[in-house]
Structure formats: C-alpha cells, structure tokens
C-alpha cells in the first residue's frame, strides 16, 4: 500500500501478488490493487485544536461534528448503527438489498463507485456486489475522515473481492470533493448514505451537491440516503438510546479533548441531550453541563467556564419531507431521478442526476 497526500501528485496503485492457495488451478487471477492518501488537514494535529478552541470560546458554545470520529469514535458510531432504536441503518440496508439492481442499472460498465463517509463500508458491499456482478471488475473510492477505519474497511473488502481495486482517501468532505476534480473525469456513481446530508444546514447540503455535480458526467448519478421527518418520538429515540450509547458517542468528544489537548472534563458532570426541533425539523445534539464549573485545556492555555444547564452544540440531523427533498434537489442543481423508500417509509434512498447543460 502507498501513502501520499493530497496536492503532491496523485498516488500509483501498489500491486499485491495474487493469492493463489485457494485456487490452484485458476491460472492468473487478477491482482489486487489499492492506494490510501491522506489529507494534509486530516494529518493536521493542529486543525483540532484549533477548532476546539474556537467553538469553546464562541458565545453559544459549540464542536463541530467532524471531530467525533476518531478510534473510539468510529467505533462507538457502528454501535449505534447496531442499535433497536436507530432505525437508520437498518432500513437504509433494506431498500440497497430490495432495489440494488435498479440502484445500479443505466450506469456506465466502467462507472467507478465513490463514497463520502464510507465507515466501516457494510452496507456498500450490496452495491459492490451488484457492479461486480455486473462487470467484473470495479474501482470503488471511498473518502473517509477515520483513517483507522478506512484502512481496515478497504482491507477487509479486498480480501472480499479479489476484482475490486480501491482508491481510499482519508480526508472530509470538502478535500475528498477536491480531490474528485483534480481526477480526468471518470463515469461515475457517488455514494453519499446514512443521512449524513442531514448533518448539513439546508442551504449548505444543497450548495455542496452543487458542487459534487460540477464535477459529473452526464450520465453520472448521486445517491444520497435521506432520513425522512416523522414524530418526535422515534426520532428522540434514535438518538438517545436506552443502553447510553449515543451518550457515549457524544461525550467522546469530550475525552478526545482530555486524551489529546489535555483537557481536564469530568465526563460524569456533563450529560447526553438529543431534542427534535420539528418546526426545522432537525434533531439537535448537546452536551449539557450538571453544574456551574470551569474546564482547564491544557494545550489550548484555556480555561472554559460553563454555567449549570448550559450547553455545547455538537450536531445537527435535518429530517426530509418529500417536498424538502425536491427543493434540495432544485436548489442543488439536480435533476431526481428515482427514488425507493423501505415499507415503513422511515427512510429514502435518492438517486439524482446532474442537471444537463441545455
Ligand atoms: N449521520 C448520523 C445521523 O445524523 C450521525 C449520528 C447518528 C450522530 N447518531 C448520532 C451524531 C449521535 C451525533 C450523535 O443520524
């Protein structure tokens, strides 16, 4: 496997040699490919403490959610994947599992597979499946701010897949889209499940699929996983678990900022709250301090001062009506093209195309 970062070249696929113990009587299967790059930023030790110090210091306290996915929690995140309570995940696999063929079907042959926020990359394997059984060969490239997971994931598929070649990308989405354009245009279906659209504001999800499709063929497609507005309750649900899971995955943040900038929080003085807005729609995540309290942070040379009940914003999960998802769509640039839903209608998967040039 090579290792390179953005912005100096692009990398050369290493070659492994094929495995032959298995099939000794196959003559020369093809050989297994993959590249990992990494990002400059996600390398950067400092960029998180930069962040940290900025939505610490802000009046209306708040970390951005790109932070919540290191080792832990990347882990802690598929544990809720695993949950009763969070729906998402589960249905999401259903609809890929019921529609995979009609996912895929129109596609190029030589359409290669990208993914934004591919993480453990489980519910990929349908659609990975389904192109390979179609054409032999695939070249998937997932980007992923968890460098850890994204190497264990791309491995695991290529002991899988023995036809699958894998270009990963450690970095966030803005430098995976970057990266795309810097690439001689290729056909192209671009991944982007699990809702992770919702944890945009609106305008800011439509303008970023504006500029994922700028860099579109026309016969390219985008399919964006959108969990759907229903009541309170589910959605409340999803969100703070009755195992304390998704409490654990927010107050990671807090230990990350303890293991890695030395910071000094009492985990057991904060709480986990997940509220539904339902006039905007959207889930909102916090951490809530227990008492009035002042937080040293060591390698930020601060010390942060919270009043009791007060709160640091971690993540925002916008719901979709039908109408929001035309009007993102619309607003995006994006022509919708087909769209399935599970049996509960919990959940939509949306394959759009770019909007041709006329
Ligand atoms: N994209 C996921 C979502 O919005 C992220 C997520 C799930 C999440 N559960 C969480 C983020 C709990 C923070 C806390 O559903």
Redesign the pocket.
Known sequence: MTYTRCGRGLPRSTMREPDRQHSPLVSVPAPRRMTLRRSATAEDPFAFAASVREGLAHAVKHLH?AW?YDEEGSRLFEE?CALPEYY?TRAEERILRRHAGSIVSGLPERAELVELGSGSAAKTRILIEELLARNGHLRYVPIDIAHGMLERSSRALLEEYPLLEIHALAAEYQEGLEALAREAPTPRLVLWL???V??FERPAAAQFLGRLAKHLLPGDRILVGI?LRKERETLERA?DDSLGV?AR??KNLLARINRELGGHFDLASFRHGARYDEHLGRIE?YLVSAKAQRVPITALGMEVEFAEGETIH??N?YKYSLEEIAELAQAAGLVPDQQWFDTRRAFSLNRFAPRPVT
């Open positions: 959610c919540f809720i998402l699990g809702s992770n919702g944890n969990d969100y998704t995955f927010n995540m971690t993540e999960s």
